[in-house]
Every structure is written in structure tokens, then in C-alpha cells.
């Protein structure tokens, strides 16, 4: 399910699709959340699993092979074990010729739906003290 954000400027409305939630951006280009997706996005792991490998009838020893990484890096990624990091999505991206943010995207979106869904994160977060409160309390006006 694709997250829709709305943007509204003085004249156009234009909608953007991003995954899992629905935004709202107003006048003041502030984010307000409209609508949390309940299903966790799916993963690089599960993929690579089930619309790579397993349509070519591929193995994890195939999948390290192409890529040139030992085998325990290749099946740590498709189980799930380990979070896709830079340099593996243009290794993946040239594999499967994709693109590199094909596969930063997938984990971009994993990421966000964990801070997002993750009670102690959420709890963390709501004591980040903003730029301007703590120039404030400090008597320095920003400008």
C-alpha cells in the first residue's frame, strides 16, 4: 500500500505516492500524518527471495557468486539477518539491472516503518529538542 502525500501551494495540488502512510504537506510545508499502513514494507531480504530467486530457480551460493561476497553475506541479506547498505545496492542493482534506488528505497522504507512503529524510538524522539527552542533557551535569536 502506497503512502499519498498531497502537497497544496497557493495555486497547484499536486500527489506524490511514497509507501505506507498518507501525508498531508500544508502552507507551511509541515508533515502531518493522516493515515499509519498497518503492514511492515516488505524487505530487501524477501525480494530477492521471492521475485529473484526463486523465479530464476537460483541459491544463495548463486546470488554470493554474482555478486562477488562470501556466502554468509549474501544469505544474511536475503534472510534478513542484515540491512542493506550502500555498496550492496549497486552490486544488486548491477546483478539484476535495476536501479541503485530500487534497493535503497526497500530499505529506506523498512527503516522508516520500524522508527515509526517502535514505541521506545517514538518515545526517544519526543525529547529531540528542535533548533530553535534550544537557541531560544540559550538567548540567541536564529535568523
Not at 114 to 120: K, L, T
Request: charged share 25%; net charge positive.
Amino acid at each position: 500500500m502506497a503512502r499519498l502525500a498531497i502537497f497544496i501551494s497557493i495555486r497547484t495540488v499536486t500527489k506524490i505516492t511514497d509507501n505506507h502512510c498518507m501525508w498531508l504537506k500544508i502552507f507551511s510545508k509541515e508533515k502531518v500524518k493522516m493515515n499509519q499502513a498497518k503492514r511492515k514494507p516488505t524487505s530487501v531480504g524477501d525480494v530477492l527471495q521471492y521475485e529473484f530467486l526463486e523465479p530464476l530457480h537460483l541459491k544463495v551460493n548463486d546470488l554470493a557468486e554474482m555478486l562477488n561476497v562470501h556466502r554468509n553475506t549474501a544469505s544474511a541479506m536475503v534472510n534478513n539477518n542484515r540491512k542493506l547498505t550502500t555498496e550492496m545496492a549497486y552490486r544488486l542493482a548491477a546483478v539484476f539491472d535495476t536501479s541503485v534506488d530500487f534497493w535503497l528505497n526497500l530499505q529506506r522504507y523498512q527503516d522508516q516503518w520500524e522508527v515509526e512503529n517502535d514505541a521506545r524510538m517514538q518515545e526517544e524522539l519526543s525529547r529531540v529538542t528542535p533548533l530553535s527552542t534550544f537557541m531560544a533557551q540559550r538567548g540567541i535569536q536564529v535568523a
